[in-house]
């Protein structure tokens, strides 16, 4: 591959798999397209853009020109650019529409017209609803619940629709939440992390039995990889993991790492409008090509946690004053 554009490459998922893939061909130049919102940073990629060969185009997916000027020449597009926390598309949801639905759609389009080789989007496993038993395989129906899985089946909607009328070569990947590091402390681990840090109580919706499961950001960047070489066009692909934890659990789970009593640091809200009870996946489709989760939330936690120790100063609303010394 010669040219590889990467949507969202200054956010958290995105700049894992462009740190990832920039190690993986150092023959290809990259375009790491975004918006900078409030959850990219450049700090992400600075190891990335002093690289000649990676360039940087801050702009929006909705801009026709923005992505005709990314997508030009591009072998390959990863397309993980999105609006994501679903508490923001309760009170924000036509932007959640806009970036989602509207901005998968000029992104589509101009690849298409630059006749891009191939097309990875990157959904979520949200577009199942709500899973209550057992395991969602690639074929269940998408019952999206909430204005933010609902624009990610929107969009995925319009990728189907270019892959039927012009046999577009596109790639659909589902994957669970997914943890790691560089993550814009608003989701669950990076947020109980940084208030614990300050001194803050952990809020947890109804009684904390929802249930999610996590996959690392490099077990996610390296199935991407896999699916380039082996994944069949016109396929879509869960990528998931068996660790499953409650919200509950996971607050538990962090105020050990942190060193902190859970039933002094956790304190109850009212549940927001609708919130899903369970998810879960069914990813032997990509287990069959050789694929599987390798790394494992409790073993990356202690690490995660001093990386966020280390760089609250990275967001305007943590005071690294309010830091609490990590136990070990």
Known sequence: MKKIVITGGAGFIGSHIAERFVALYPKATFVLLDKMTYAADIHNILPLVTEERVKLIVGDIVDPGTCERAVKGADLVIHAAAESHVDNSFGNSSEFTKTN???THCLIEASRQADVKKFIHVSTDEVYGEVLSGTAS???AM?????????KAAAEMIISGYRKSFNFPVIIVRA????????????IIPKFLV?????????????GQHLRHYLSAWDLADALD????KGEIGSCYNIGSAEGYTNLEMARMLCDVIGMNADEHITFVEDRPFNDARYALDWSRIDALGWSSRRRLRTDLPDIARWYADNLSRYEDVKKSALIPLRG
């Open 101 to 103: 639905v509207a901005g």
């Open 138 to 140: 690639e074929d269940t």
């Open 143 to 151: 019952l999206p619940t909430n204005p933010y899985s609902a624009s």
């Open 176 to 187: 669970n939440n997914i943890f790691g590091i560089r993550q814009y402390p608003e989701k």
């Open 195 to 207: 208030a614990l840090m300050m001194g803050r109580k952990l809020t947890i919706h109804g009684s």
């Open 226 to 229: 896999l699916l380039i070489h």
